[in-house]
């Protein structure tokens, strides 16, 4: 968007509202009014025809959820931004329902109230796009998770591999599992097949390849997931640049639920792609001081080359428990970042390694494959089945079927 987007701020209490409009003048935004709720809120939005409108609701409901649903009926593309002191799920459900598009908790910060805004007029925008025929078909894009740590030998290729198979087996998702360790990648041997391509060949022939020729590439291991493995020469990967790695994992992204990215020690311009393409980034660290301060340097780079978002870069602590005479909580202040997940120390990993076989497969009981199937879990939003849902032919959808096969 090329002006400054304007800004109708709906807010009663005078001082609230001339605080908002403060912040979004130093946002760089234009307030083209400031109001309170009912008929005037939609008057001015009705003829100043607003980028966007940020509204405050607060109990009663009664009056601000009238005026939003007012505003969202009325003026179907305008999106509204509700803000509010409480933070209780009936409030944010009641502007849901009535169509606000973001929902945020004071006290404001500009960094927030910033994105907020620039993600919804990037929605709208995008909408705007597709039905102007702007846009190619929308493809399905699975989540791409990628394992990488600042030091060799912290278990990043274990993790990758485990939780490749508790994806698959536990979480019943399509997985595929990509070595990208320019190095030594040893996804193959860890999971014991036969190289017979890999990802040099897939990205030398992608022009040619397909969903269905695409599995000629992958092995599928007996746990399901399919392995495209690293070139059993390193000298291969001289031949694969960033491009090739974003190209790939669009292509897996495609036809997977899940693309697992396993990374070497190392950072370069693979790499590098790795992180970026990732949805969610892995970053694995373990309790000895090296790795520690190598993986507050990592979060820095992170953090500066990438963006700080929180819901993006978990760190995984592995072997936790490690006697190394250094503190978890220590870890935790020393990064300055919360330990996302815990996998514990076992030395039956090592064996279960040395004899091709996934510690999920060959100990499913241990400490170590809970843990894991408990964050594959939580990656796949499946819940541990004790507390999951019933799945109901409820009413509604008996309701619903009857209009469904007229219009079939
Ligand atoms: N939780 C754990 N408990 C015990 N041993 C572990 C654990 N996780 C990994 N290991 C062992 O640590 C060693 C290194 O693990 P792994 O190969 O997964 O690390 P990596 O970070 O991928 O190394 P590289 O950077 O060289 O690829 C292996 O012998 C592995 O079996
Ligand atoms: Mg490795």
Redesign the pocket.
């Known amino acids: 968007m090329a002006r400054v987007p304007q800004v109708i701020v709906v807010d009663p209490d005078r001082e609230s509202a001339g605080e908002v409009q403060k912040m979004l003048n130093m946002l760089g935004l234009s307030v083209i009014a400031s109001t309170g709720y009912g008929v005037e809120a939609f008057t001015l939005a009705f003829q100043l025809k607003p980028d966007i409108v940020l509204m405050r609701i607060e109990e009663p409901l009664v009056r601000p959820v009238q005026t939003l649903g007012r505003l969202t009926d009325g003026l179907p593309d305008l999106p509204v931004i509700v803000y509010s002191t409480e933070a209780n799920i009936r409030l944010m459900r009641q502007s849901m329902v009535s169509g606000a598009s973001d929902y945020l908790q004071e006290p404001l910060s500009e960094e927030e109230v910033e994105s907020s805004i620039m993600r919804v007029l990037e929605r709208k925008e995008r909408e705007a796009m597709r039905r102007r025929g702007e846009l190619e078909d929308p493809v399905p894009q699975g989540t791409i998770i990628t394992i990488f ?1 600042a ?9 990758a591999s485990n939780l490749a198979v508790a994806l698959a087996t536990e979480a019943h998702q399509t997985v595929a599992l990509v070595d990208m ?1 320019t190095r ?1 990648g ?1 996804v193959a041997i860890t999971m014991d097949i036969p190289v017979e391509r890999s990802i040099a060949d897939l990205a030398r022939n992608l022009d040619s390849v397909d969903r269905n020729t695409l599995r000629d590439y992958l092995v599928r291991h007996e746990s399901g997931v399919y392995i495209l493995p690293a070139p059993t020469r390193p000298s291969d990967w001289r031949n694969l640049h960033a491009q090739h790695i974003r190209d790939v994992v669009d292509v897996l992204a495609q036809t997977h639920d899940f693309v697992i990215l ?1 990374t ?2 190392t950072f370069n311009e693979i790499v590098a792609a790795a992180i970026e393409v990732g949805t969610m980034i892995l970053l ?1 660290t373990t309790l000895d001081m090296a790795s520690i301060k190598d993986t507050v340097l990592a979060l820095e780079m992170l953090h500066e080359r990438f963006g700080n978002d929180e819901e993006r870069v978990k760190v995984v602590l ?2 936790a428990g490690m006697d190394t005479g250094v503190r978890e909580k220590d870890v935790e202040r020393t990064l300055d970042s919360p330990l996302w997940r815990r ?5 039956e ?2 064996k279960s ?1 040395q004899l091709g076989r996934p510690i999920v497969m060959s100990k499913p009981n241990s400490k ?1 494959s809970s843990e894991i199937r408990d964050v594959a879990r939580a990656l796949a939003g499946v819940r541990n089945r004790a507390n999951g849902h019933k799945a109901g032919g409820g009413g509604f959808g008996k309701l619903l079927r009857p209009l469904f096969r007229k219009s079939a």
């Open positions: 740590g030091k060799g030998g912290i278990g990043k290729t274990t993790i360790d030594f040893d396993d070497p020690g694995i592995n072997r996998i514990p120390q076992d030395n990993v090592v390694a170590v």
